[in-house]
């Protein structure tokens, strides 16, 4: 036994420490979450217990549903747009037979990039006078648009800027998924004349079935804490056609200095993702079986 414990002690040293890291800077937060949910502080006097009165803050609020409705139809907005983008390039890049290297570097580059950045960019592209985008519409003929001042724009505008900010990562793992399928399955299909998208959907959606349950999954999580995007764009404008949860739990704790809504409100969204977690990867292991 000491034999043993000598044997793998650094193993449970580099255990311990991603225990700690795990306790200190996610267990203990959700904990305090919870705590602070149900309790009304500013964080300098002693903190009270009001029970569910935060709760009942927050869902008399008028816009409580509109930021839940806001943060699903992001949600959907991002599953059309930023869950078949990468897929899409992942699948042109495993096709190109030369600059791969360079192109991969492309298109993880905003990814490297801090978010502020990236969104700060995206403004003066959507700017309605001498905006990137309004100027390219104007080539072609095309009026400019408000992007960020038209409840029509706003919402799919941030979604486009968080899909150009995300489609790295996506991209490189999708690669690596369809790198990893068999040439033979490839060969097999053009054999019997199927084409590019024959191919694909015969063949590459089969064998990278797992890995897009998995990042579905993940990204309707991400996506549904989404924050810095209508935080620093619109600043939940215009008509709050962009306040999120995520956001308006940000307005309860830093500009209302109600800290407990926030914490209400943060405990909601962590229950529904919860429960959509649960709900997904039971489902996804009764198709597996």
Partial sequence: MRRGLRRNLTAYGFLCGALICFAFFSWYPMVREVLLSFQKTNFVDEPTW????????VIEDSAFAGAWLNTVTFTGLALLVGFIVPFVAAIVLNELRHAQAYLRFVVYLPVMLPPAVVVLLFKWFYDPGSGLFNQALGVVGIPGLSWLDSTDTALISLVIVSTWMNLGT?????????????????EAAELDGAGLFKRVWHVTIPQTRLILMVMLMLQIVATMQVFIEPYLLTGGGPENGTVTVAYLMYQYAFNFGNFGAGGALGLMLMLVLMVFSVFYLRLSREEQN
């Fill in 170 to 186: 996506g991209t490189l793992i999708y690669l690596a998924a369809l790198q990893s399928i068999p040439s033979d399955l490839y």
């Fill in 50 to 57: 009001v029970g569910w009165d935060n709760f009942l803050t």
